[in-house]
């Protein structure tokens, strides 16, 4: 198989320019104005068919087991030393979108539980009331007034947009985790990192189940909705009636 | 003479402040009316030892007598439906209230025992006074966690303020919805949709 030999850097510049390239051209595939959420309904759809039964039988019984067997003293640290590397990047978008405060906040909770908090695995900041900026890269994009492309379905990833799909590939080549440089290690890091997502996600796929008339089109609402409000820090425009 | 006219002012003022009364207690405002709501549902959480118990027909009381008379469903449905509402005869109407009201009661009662030791912080009410829909909203505050931010779009009706909407963390439960009723619609007709939250809730039970 050919390996790439370029340089870490020169490869992350790489991604970045690709990410870029998408970007702009997701924003060429939305001027049509309309109903243009989501012009790959029938691929998507057909993604969420072959994820539907997958996490129903594989990862959700999965999660369930490490809720149900794993102390939650160990959860709540995995899932701190995940939320830790969020921070780090939210503290970076704050940054990318002037945000100084949220910026500051982020960066002094990296600082509190990287170090006093043994790698974030404790999470210190939140004892002390420091709040989470919760930012990223999707949001920055959507900041700087990126549309935000196609509605993506990923399997294994779940709801996405070209604009925040582009922002989760710079996470996960910028995270630190990649500079690990055992790769067993390293897997099972992005293991538990999935493994902490999904069991987060527990309590909502079950209402979705209940409550949806069509799961694929509540999920869909449900993510944009969402999305669209952490742009705007929770005060998105009022949305336009179509009545 | 003056002090006669003097005194008329003060009775016609009297008057109108003894019938104006009565309106404003009933029109409690619409975060006052949200706050204490919140509060009196969580202290039955917090101190029935029935609901403790997870007594469903308890829980379905508390819900029937102590949430549901401050929503608007016949308000929420018709959001919901957007434009498809008034093409929807009378009878269709009230079968779309009933199901939507059905199907929101059954699913969100599951997660009323999650609010027990959630701390509810509510934030002063911004905009018109005179308005006749405003948006309460309140913030779920969990240690580690960024907080919730929950909204309540209220509607002023005769009989006072009624919830017409509730925006958990941005995602608004009509708008939500009326992407789902689109949906169902656009294959089935309003028929097709009334068919499918009656299966929906035949299935639930």
Do not use: H
């Not at chain 1, 799961?215 to 425009?237: I, K, W």
Request: proline letters at 6%; hydrophobic letters at 40%.
């Amino acid at each position: 198989m050919w390996q790439p030999s370029f340089s870490p850097a020169l490869r992350r510049l790489l991604v970045l320019g690709s990410v870029v390239a998408t970007l702009a051209l997701s924003g060429c595939a939305t001027t049509g104005g309309g109903r243009t959420d989501d012009p790959f309904e029938p691929v998507n759809r057909a993604m969420y068919a072959i994820n539907d039964p997958i996490d129903k039988f594989v990862f959700k019984p999965i999660a369930q087991a490490y809720v149900d067997y794993v102390p939650s003293i160990i959860r709540t640290g995995i899932n701190n030393y995940f939320n830790n590397i969020d921070d780090l990047f939210s503290a970076v978008n704050g940054l990318l979108q002037g945000k100084l405060d949220k910026a500051g906040n982020d960066m002094g909770r990296v600082m509190l539980n990287t170090f006093p908090g043994i790698l974030g695995l404790i999470d210190v900041a939140s004892d002390l009331g420091i709040p989470r900026g919760n930012e990223d890269f999707g949001q920055t994009f959507g900041y700087w007034g990126i549309p935000q492309g196609p509605y993506l379905f990923v399997p294994f990833f779940g709801p996405s947009t070209v604009r925040d799909g582009s922002g989760f590939v710079l996470r996960v080549l910028w995270s630190p985790t990649t500079e690990i440089r055992d790769v067993a290690v390293r897997n099972v890091i992005y293991g538990l990192g999935g493994l902490d997502i999904r069991a987060q996600a527990l309590g909502t796929t079950s209402l979705i189940s209940e409550a949806s008339l069509d799961p694929y089109t509540f999920v869909r609402r449900a993510y944009l909705q969402r999305r669209q409000y952490l742009v705007y820090d929770g005060n998105p425009p009022p949305a336009k009636d179509d009545e | 003479m003056k002090t006669l006219l003097t005194a008329w002012r003060a009775l016609a003022v009297l008057a109108i402040v003894v019938l104006a009364l009565p309106a404003a207690l009933a029109q409690e405002a619409p975060d006052a009316l949200v706050k204490r709501v919140a509060n009196e549902v969580q202290q039955i959480i917090k101190t029935d030892p029935k609901v403790q118990a997870g007594d469903q027909q308890r829980i379905r009381d508390v819900i029937e007598t102590k949430l549901l008379p401050n929503f608007d469903f016949d308000r929420m449905t018709a959001l919901a439906m957007g434009r498809n509402w008034r093409q929807a005869t009378p009878e269709q109407q009230k079968q779309l209230i009933d199901q939507f009201r059905a199907l929101l009661v059954r699913t969100y009662s599951g997660a009323l025992s999650q609010y027990r030791d959630q701390v509810m912080d509510f934030k002063p009410l911004r905009g018109d006074p005179a308005a006749t829909d405003v948006t309460v909203r309140s913030e779920v505050v969990r240690p580690g966690q960024v907080p919730v931010q929950i909204d309540y779009g209220m509607t002023k009706t005769a009989s006072g303020w009624k919830a017409s909407d509730v925006i958990v963390g941005g995602i608004s439960l009509v708008t939500n919805y009326r992407d789902e009723f689109n949906e169902q619609i656009k294959s089935g007709g309003i028929d097709g949709l009334i068919k499918t939250l009656a299966s929906k809730n035949q299935g639930l039970k």
